[in-house]
C-alpha cells in the first residue's frame, strides 16, 4: 500500500483548480476543442466528480471564460489616482502585456468564442464594454473634445489597438515599448479628432 496521502480541495479549492487547468489548456486549444473528459483527467478526478462542481459542460466553459475576462479587466485596470497621461500609458500596457502574453488565450476567448459560444456572448460583451468605457474614460481625462460618435469611436480604437497587438511580430523585449507607442498614437489621432476639420468638410 502506498504511503503518499491525497490532500483534499474544498469545494471551492477543486473550482479553481479545474477553472485553472481549463485556461492552461486554452493556450493551445479553441473553447470548442476545450475537453471537460481531459481536465477531468488532468486534475485527477471522474468527469462525474467535475459536474458535482459544476451544473453542465455550459457552466464549467461559463466558469473559464469569467475567469480569464476576469484577468484581463485586472491586467488592463489603471490606478485610478494616475494623472491623465500616465492613466493612459498604464490602461495601454497593460491591454498590449496581457494580449502579448496570453495571445492564444485571448485568440480562443475574445475571437473564438465570441462567435461560435451563444453561451458566454453575454460575458465577453460584458468585457468588451467595461473595456470601451475604459477608453471613453481615458479620452475625457486626457481633455480630448467630446463628440456625438465617441461610443462608436472607442470600439473602433479597441478593434485597431487588438489587431495590432495580435499580429505584431515577436521579438525582443524591446518590441513591447514601440508596440505601445504604435497604440497610443492611433489613440491620440483616432480619439482625438472626431470632428472632421472644416477644411475636409468643404466640397
Keep these: 500500500m502506498s504511503g503518499k496521502r491525497v490532500t483534499r480541495l474544498t469545494p471551492d479549492q477543486r473550482r479553481e483548480q479545474l477553472v485553472g487547468i481549463g485556461l492552461e489548456m486554452l493556450a493551445d486549444r479553441s ?13 485527477g478526478i471522474s468527469r462525474g466528480l467535475l459536474f458535482h462542481y459544476f451544473d453542465s459542460k455550459r457552466d464549467f466553459f461559463r466558469a473559464v471564460v469569467r475567469a480569464a475576462c476576469d484577468r484581463f479587466m485586472a491586467a488592463t485596470e489603471p ?6 497621461v500616465p492613466w493612459m500609458r498604464s490602461f495601454i500596457a497593460g491591454f498590449v502585456a496581457y494580449v502579448m502574453e496570453h495571445r492564444q488565450v485571448y485568440l480562443a476567448l475574445v475571437r473564438g468564442a465570441a462567435g461560435s459560444h451563444p453561451a458566454v456572448t453575454d460575458i465577453l460583451d460584458e468585457t468588451r464594454e467595461t473595456l470601451a468605457r475604459r477608453v471613453r474614460d481615458g479620452q475625457r481625462r486626457l481633455g480630448m473634445p467630446q463628440a456625438p460618435r465617441l461610443e462608436l469611436a472607442s470600439r473602433a480604437w479597441m478593434a485597431f489597438a487588438e489587431e495590432a497587438v495580435v499580429n505584431w511580430p515577436a521579438g525582443d523585449g524591446a518590441d513591447h ?7 497610443e498614437s492611433s489613440f491620440v489621432c483616432l480619439l482625438g479628432l472626431l470632428d472632421r476639420p472644416a477644411e475636409l468638410a468643404q466640397r
Design 31 to 43: 473553447l470548442d476543442e476545450l475537453s471537460t473528459d481531459e481536465v477531468a483527467r488532468r486534475a
Design 79 to 84: 490606478d485610478p489616482t494616475l494623472a491623465p
Design 177 to 183: 515599448d514601440e508596440l505601445c507607442a504604435f497604440v
